[in-house]
């Protein structure tokens, strides 16, 4: 049986001196160390253990948040795991990126539905150390990628020319879907059809900053 803690929640003044560590960003040389010395253990091995399943659902997301943010020449900048937001463009556009793909790693029956997570969330207010009360969708644009390639024996996802992209303003998400926590792909196409490749996103989202 799980035991839980029963020690009082922090104070306000408590909480004020635990601030949010942020990320640096690792060169995959920095090494593991027992009792102040090194051991032949690095981060690019625990890279290479952890993050070689490319296909899975959960890493499939971070790869598109990295494909997307190549585009908008941000990769120096690490990835945050508790940001409201998926990716920052130099000019504070406030990007969700959003993945799906019709192959998986495991054993299918049948190709995956396309289907994607839009519930509006709420926002750390860092003033009171509480959640907002208010749920919303906190990015400025929504980029839906898929990985639409259907073929198990040649599916690759640094293949770029396997993956799709659709571009919409959380604005119209807003007013077509309202608080709607999933959309399907079909539905997607209802509000956007506009597909648009890799090569591409660059300059869309240059023309959605231009005409805010």
Request: hydrophobic share 35%; net charge positive.
């Amino acid at each position: 049986m799980t035991e839980w803690s029963s020690a009082p929640p922090l104070s306000t003044q408590e909480l004020e001196i635990l601030p949010a560590i942020k990320t640096v960003q690792k060169t995959g040389k920095e090494v593991f160390y027992l009792n102040g010395k090194k051991i032949p253990l690095d981060v690019l091995s625990f890279w290479k253990w952890s993050s070689s399943e490319l296909l899975g659902n959960a890493l499939r997301g971070v790869l598109a948040e990295f494909i997307v943010a190549s585009t908008i020449d941000i990769l120096d900048k690490p990835r945050e795991e508790w940001d409201a937001y998926d990716l920052k463009s130099k000019n504070g556009l406030k990007i969700e990126i959003k993945s799906s793909s019709y192959l998986q790693s495991w054993e299918q029956t049948k190709l995956s539905k396309i289907i994607f997570g839009i519930q509006p969330t709420s926002d750390w207010d860092y003033s009171i150390n509480k959640r907002c009360k208010e749920k919303i969708r906190q990015s400025d644009i929504y980029i839906f990628c898929v990985l639409s390639h259907k073929d198990k024996n040649s599916v690759d996802p640094l293949d770029l020319s396997q993956w799709d992209f659709y571009i919409l303003e959380t604005k119209i998400l807003n007013e077509k879907v309202t608080v709607q926590k999933s959309i399907t792909l079909s539905s997607l196409l209802k509000i956007n059809q506009i597909k648009i490749k890799y090569d591409e996103l660059k300059e869309k989202i240059k023309l959605i900053e231009k005409n805010r």
